[in-house]
């Protein structure tokens, strides 16, 4: 490139290649979570989502170390949500009714979103204690 007038800006095209490729993909890779919790709850039901994805609404026991959107400790009274299952996480060894146990992440930004991680059946004798809400109120 020697003393060629285009050769300057090929210098800062390229630096600008070099740091698109350091950054970029932070940027594009999904956000970590803002928290990840354990609970226990009733499965109401599970749903197949337009993206392929379920969509699995559990009514759990209350998660006293739930923290709001500007991490603040809350705590969650329990009550049914719906999570979206992690891609590649599998509902088929559940089904409504049944006593599970299980793990999600909290996405707050850009969206918020509950993300379902880890999902393990119960014995159907495992005591909840779900604040009086049973599976018919939260149906």
């Known amino acids: ?14 630096g600008f ?15 970590a979570p803002a928290a990840h919790y354990a609970a ?8 197949r989502g337009t993206d392929g994805l379920d969509r699995v609404t559990i009514l759990h026991e209350a998660i006293p170390d739930f923290k709001n959107s500007e991490g603040q400790v809350t705590g ?9 299952a ?11 009714q049944a006593k599970v146990a299980f793990h ?16 393990t059946p119960l014995a159907a004798e495992t005591p909840l204690d779900l604040g009086g809400y049973s599976v018919e109120m939260a149906e």
């Open 76 to 84: 969650m009274e329990p009550m049914a949500m719906t999570f979206t």
């Open 17 to 31: 290649v070099l740091l698109a490729g350091v950054f970029l993909p932070a940027a594009c890779s999904p956000k």
């Open 40 to 47: 226990r709850g009733i499965v109401v039901s599970i749903e």
């Open 86 to 96: 992690a891609p590649g996480l599998s509902t088929a060894n559940v089904a409504p």
């Open 104 to 119: 999600f992440e909290v996405h707050w930004k850009p969206v918020p979103q509950l993300r379902l991680i880890e999902l």
């Open 1 to 14: 490139m020697g003393n060629h007038p285009c050769g300057r800006y090929v210098r800062i095209f390229s």
